[in-house]
């Protein structure tokens, strides 16, 4: 609304409060309440800017709409665009898509507008800046339980296992630490128990990491079709990852990893891409092929 105001722009508001509440917020509590990790970002974008946005944008007649994602360098935003379509990019703009941050805010500061120092929003999308632990807790209530090592242990306690992700290293107790111990990482949770398993020793951490996976819903951008050989993301500004993708059933598909991956949890996106040298050709960089959600683990 303040560039709006700067720039002279007309600016108006939709209240999309229902669409966000069924399209995005519903189904992320409810992938929360049977322990999976939700993106509610990518949810956000498919249901409500390139849902509802621009069903009213096409009714007061608009041909495309803008959108302020990058599509380059670290604050490359492409992991939550996976679900678009070609459909969808042909009436999608992106003006600041192939620069850096640095230069868009060089360009506000030029032309004066009043949030070229805004700090980088951290918060959940449409909601603000708050963390996901609070958010939950309005719609979940959270119950203390134990915590486990992998030899079934009890060496500690908990909140609640549905404020935690597989790979997180905090927010828990572990009573039995002895001083040299390193930090304890979430292996697996148990919703039915109420219960985390940890580790602090790196062959264990390894040997339980998930080498094959299932991805589900999978949507493709380009005119991919496993198997494939590319390189993939399994979390935002995650390192991308060589893979095989192969075993394609209607929009499943089986994933393969080339080492162990840490940290990995079901129900997050997994985005594919084609590396810079395969598409040389063509003068691109790498390309984002498409992407799905990380369903089941294969062992």
């Known amino acids: 609304m303040r560039v709006a105001i700067a720039l002279d722009i007309p600016f108006l508001f939709f209240d999309f409060e229902r669409e966000y509440k069924k399209g995005v917020v519903d189904m992320m509590i409810a992938e929360y309440r049977i322990g999976r990790t939700p993106n509610p970002d990518v949810l ?17 007649g608009a041909d495309f709409i803008a959108t302020g994602h990058y599509w380059s360098g670290e604050k490359d935003q492409s992991y939550f665009l996976w679900t678009l379509i070609k459909k969808d990019l042909a009436h999608i703009i992106f003006p600041v898509g192939n620069l850096k941050k640095s230069e868009v805010r060089k360009l506000a500061r030029q032309f004066h507008l009043p949030v070229s120092e805004k700090k980088d929003s951290q918060g959940i999308c449409f909601i603000g800046n708050i963390s996901m632990d609070e958010f939950l807790s309005h719609f979940a209530s959270g119950k203390s339980g134990s915590v486990f090592n992998t030899k079934g242990e009890i060496i500690g306690t908990h909140r609640g296992t549905i404020f935690y992700t597989i790979g997180e290293r905090h927010g828990f107790e572990i009573k039995k630490k002895k001083p040299e111990d390193g ?3 979430v292996l697996s949770k148990d919703m039915k128990t109420n219960t985390l398993t940890v580790s602090n020793k790196e062959p264990e951490i390894i040997s339980l990491s998930p080498t094959k996976i299932i991805v ?16 993939a993301r399994i979390r935002y500004r995650g390192e991308k990852i060589p893979v095989i993708v192969k075993h394609s059933v209607f929009n ?34 790498e390309i984002c092929l498409g992407g799905g959600v990380m369903d089941k683990i294969l062992r």
């Open 252 to 285: 499943n598909v089986t994933v393969e990893f080339r080492k162990p991956v840490r940290g990995l949890s079901l129900g997050q996106s997994i985005v594919f891409y084609l590396p810079a040298e395969a598409s040389a050709k063509a003068g691109d960089g």
């Open 216 to 231: 589900k819903d999978v949507n493709w951008i380009t005119e991919a079709t496993p198997p494939l050989n590319c390189l």
């Open 44 to 60: 956000c974008n498919k249901e409500i800017k390139f849902g509802a946005f621009w069903k009213k944008a096409k009714e007061m």
């Open 183 to 185: 930090a304890f990482y």
